[in-house]
């Protein structure tokens, strides 16, 4: 997907006069680097200390250590799966070959790589994410645990052909700040984790080639950070990155400059990227958990090197921890928000461990559980790991004494954000709040007033999340279009207005008008938004207890226009329309479940599932992997003021 001059002077629209200048001087200094060749770090007597504590691996639990050895086996026979692309090619990796298109990324100066062009580079994330070296993490926290050298000759391998292939400021490696930021976190880990190796300062601190890439990497966030109008998770993992490779591995000139700039620039970023209330500033749920673990990893570098960090930053995270607790369904699963790229901070655990459950698993750890917070079952390996070396919570110098909610919030206010609760575990998520974050919103649907509804965990109505960002336009289009979410379309219109696939020229501003959560009978949401100016959406929601019954009235004033409404069930549901009710059926736990779905009489009704001339009926669980799934979508005509009633009601 290859950006048009009339993109650029959209994408230029949106920036600040700072930006601008800022953006200008980044430009200037990629050129100046072309041609002056940087010197090479001069280091001497490098020690790496920030080793785990005595015992931590000894009081792992079984359970994850085995799904942890599962995983790296696997890794070890080279099979890995991408974004939906079972892949068998990772015993010895070409770091430029991305196997979904066959294509391969071309070399040159790292700023000339048309990284976005899937026709020239392939699919930017496939090649991007081994580089990350988050398997490598996993293979060093086997070796670990186990002793076995096989998993460490493994990853030193790896490392020195990554080291070798991908010389600073070459290639598609090079381009992207959170790539090298994310990858300076799992070298610190990789180095940690493998501490027991003989042969491990002579991978790190002892290996000229590593302390150049070292070097180099830092010396580029320095250079280029995320800004303005870009500066969301981007930056964070920047700050976050930087800021954990001169913890642990401080071992140049520059290196107390670069930890005080990336600290003064992580404590910026995560108080600008985070509401009050906790919740991630981009509406985009995935965003919210990158940016705790991030946030974490950072943390626990400081920690292990005894520097210290603003008291902001931990309250930061205390508060987006609490968060988290308050709007998760009773499976532990969060809102599908937003975009996803199912990006991690730090990995350290095999397949089968929950993200959730291990960022609450840690919340308790670190910060303390507080008694609403949902109960967490299973176990992890990161999460020990990480609280050998972050300090308790409350210890002198972690915070400042704070107020954390006493019951389960239902209602975030500045995030616009509600989670009406019902009996037998019924969830339902409605959204209120601003379109997304900075003048971009880069990561946001086109999703005002949508309503996402879960019955014990398993979506019902549900939003189909993200699919793609590069290379698939049409499909990047329809996935964060307001056709695909549960909410009105007025006239055929978005609600905001989109100017690429990163883009927003337009935002629709909403306003939540009624938010009661407090009483177990019945619980109450109505807001609106003026995306379809001059027509007004207003959309209330009540959830009554007694009756099972979820009941959603919109109201379209102001004008006439066409009219689409759409449903969108979850992969797990079957459904059987007749006329505007559709029966729904669906199996948990072995248990058949049903509920009927009563849609406005005075649309017309039709069932989509997996179309694709003009995409519809879609689910994607994750990205770069898609599903069909039933949309309902009921058409029609309002005629300057129109109200249309939907009810769903639980059998029992």
Known sequence: ???????YLRRLSRMGPREVGGRVGDAVRRRRWRSVRPGDPSVTGARFTAILPAGTLAALPADAVK?????????MAGHVEYFGVVRDDLTDPDWWYDPKTGRRAPWGYAFDVPYRDEETVGDIKQIWEPSRHQYLTVLAAAYAVTGDERYAERVAAHLRSWWAANPPLRGVHWISGIELGIRLISWVWVRRLLHGWPGAAGLFEDNPVALKQIWHHQRWLAAFPSRGSSANNHVVAEAAGQFAAACAFGWFPASARWRAGALRSLERHLRGNTFASGLNRELATEYHGLVLELGLAAVAEADAAGVPVPPTVRLVLLRMTDALAAIVDNRLRPPRQGDADDGHGLVLDGAG?????SLLATGDAVFGRLAW?????????RTPLLAALVRPYGKPGTAPAVTRPASRPGHFADAGLTILRGPEEIWCRCDGGPHGFLSIAAHAHADALSVEVRHDGVDVLADPGTFCYHGQPEWRQYFRSTLAHNTLQWDGRDQSVSGGPFLWTRHARSRVLVADTSHEKVTRWCAEHDGYQPCVHRR???LTAASRELSVVDEVRGDRGAVRLA???GPEITAELTGNRAALTWT???????AVLDLPGRLSWRAHRGETDKPLGWYSPGFGRKEPATTLVGSGRADGAAEFTTVLRFHG
């Open 567 to 569: 449903f969108h069930l």
């Open 588 to 594: 948990r736990d072995g248990e058949d479940r049903s």
């Open 353 to 357: 461990t929950d993200r959730w459950a």
């Open 540 to 542: 209330q929601v009540e």
């Open 67 to 75: 799904r942890l050895l599962a995983e790296a086996d696997r890794l």
């Open 1 to 7: 997907m290859t950006m048009n001059a009339g993109w």
């Open 373 to 381: 917070w949902p109960t967490v079952t299973g176990t992890d390996v």
